[in-house]
């Protein structure tokens, strides 16, 4: 089977629509675009710039991808955006392409992008996130793996939210959310460890105590950050989730969220 494309639909020559794709009343593809098989595109929409979708994709009413980004230091160059499989990007989402000549905004597989949300230029986004609505996220914000991002909060450029991390909505995050955590505020600060989330995860009750005492020793104790960092290593056993919290740490660039006044 062919795409079916709406007659009040418009498809740029040049544009690649795989099997299976549907184009909905009044949308526009622009003619670098390419999207996967499967992959349904609902009415008004506007996908243009250099932008890969994947497949098996939803993307809602009055979404806008492609657009050009929004910062001064763009020169006109050729940038890109790169969206996976099986992401469901709902009504009026924005996400614009990179700043730099040949940089990317990229969006991994199986997230749910909520309505009203931007993704600016440069953004990376791994798997299975949630943003609810709007959610805006700055320029080269960082989203790892199945992190949830609450409605209605502002992510300061540059800033990394850690895998299996929850921001809380409405809240102003300015500096980096460790993995495994929550996070609430404004500006936001940490809550403690996110148990909720890694039990829905199915981590291991043994990998769950690890981290509450790396979150003690991090944020509950007299030490500074290398000493904490030192200690964790040093003393507990080393699981994956503790060396990805330890590395996501020590890589900080913004520096990381306090926990809040108890």
């Known amino acids: 089977m062919g795409a079916f494309v709406h007659p009040t639909a418009i498809v740029e020559p040049g544009a690649q629509l795989e099997e299976e794709v549907e184009v909905g009343p009044y949308s526009i593809i622009g003619k670098n675009v390419r999207i996967g098989r499967r992959t349904r595109i609902g009415p008004g929409v506007l996908i243009e710039g250099w932008t890969s979708i994947g497949a098996d994709c939803i993307i809602c009413k009055g979404t806008a991808i492609g657009g050009l980004p929004q ?14 499989d099986r992401n469901i990007i709902r009504e009026y989402v924005t996400i614009h392409r990179g700043t730099k000549e040949g940089s990317v905004t990229q969006i991994g597989n199986d997230n749910f992008i909520m309505a009203y949300s931007h993704i600016a230029h440069n953004c990376i986004i791994e798997d299975g996130v949630i943003i609810a609505n709007l959610g805006t996220l700055a320029g080269y914000v960082t989203v790892e793996k199945k992190a949830v991002i609450g409605g209605l909060s502002g992510i300061h450029q540059y800033v990394r939210i850690g895998a299996y991390s929850i921001v809380g909505g409405c809240s102003k995050v300015v500096k980096d959310v460790p993995p495994y955590t929550k996070a609430d505020g404004h500006p936001a600060t940490l809550w403690g460890l996110n148990t909720i989330g890694l039990r829905r995860a199915n981590f291991p009750p043994r990998t769950t105590e690890l981290l509450k005492k790396a979150y003690k020793i991090l944020f509950r104790s007299n030490l500074n950050t290398s000493q904490a960092l030192r ?3 040093n003393g507990l056993e080393p699981v994956p989730e503790i060396q990805h919290l330890c590395d996501f740490i020590r890589n900080s660039q913004r520096g990381i969220c306090k926990e809040r006044q108890r």
Not at 71 to 84: L, R
């Open 231 to 233: 200690k964790i290593e």
């Open 71 to 84: 910062d001064t230091h763009f020169k006109g160059g050729k940038s890109f955006i790169k969206i996976g």
